[in-house]
């Protein structure tokens, strides 16, 4: 098992000052024993000098040399933030937001084409909320933003399986985190996988769902909240859900992504998930 963790993880710690981004993050991480980090790209865009490539390599170059870690992922990249129907006495057609359609394409392959020549193995994008209106009814809803995904993200795709990516989209709520909506995008874009968040399933489906998905995975976010006295996650079944990774053969990163109260420090709620990860590994 391979475990490392997200910069979001320390966003509390990032906000009051108390680490900064470029050493005490990944210093934090190596010291744990953690062997990758999950960067945010509006992480990077705020502590490097730029996003180019040569600064991502620099940094990511640093975090070899001097901390033995890899860049498990570049996450956060939106491609379903909402867009407009037009106006009201116009009918709705796709052609009115191709603009839209090309500009979240264009946005999403810079940092594919980032990922590819470093050699970055995933990427994970966020999805919007499905719109509907008195244009695009609720029942025609689903089928209108998956067509929209589906033209965003084939060319994305198809690009990916040339550089060796694996682009994921992540069950973050909105039409994702409904199973139905999530396998139909699945079948619609080849080679779309699913960055899965153990913690924002439905809590009745949650193994069932991601049994449902396990071999589409790119990699997981080992979300954590509370913690019982043994030190385990109360809500989540770590140990139920890896033994249906395994069963799927599952062989890719787990992402420490700390989510917990202000009462427990960014620190300590990383380190009581990896070691919850590392004693099922």
Known sequence: MKIGVSDYSFRHEFASKKMNYTEDFPACAAKMGLKGLELVDSSIEHNLPDIDVANVKKFQQDLKS?????ILAITGIAVGILWGFGEVWNPFSLDQIKGYIDLHTGVAMDWLDICGELKIPNMR???GGFQASHKVPIYQAIDLNIEIYKRILTPLCNRAKELGVKVGVENHGYFTSDIKVLTKLLKEVPGLCVTCDTGNWPFESRLKDIKTIAKNVNFFHAKSHV????????NIDYKAIIDIMKAAGFDGWYSIEWEGPATISDEEGVSKTYNILKKLA
Do not use: Q, S, V
């Open 66 to 70: 001097k901390y033995g870690l890899e």
């Open 125 to 127: 994008f966020d999805a």
């Open 227 to 234: 913690f019982d006295e043994k030190g385990n996650e109360k």
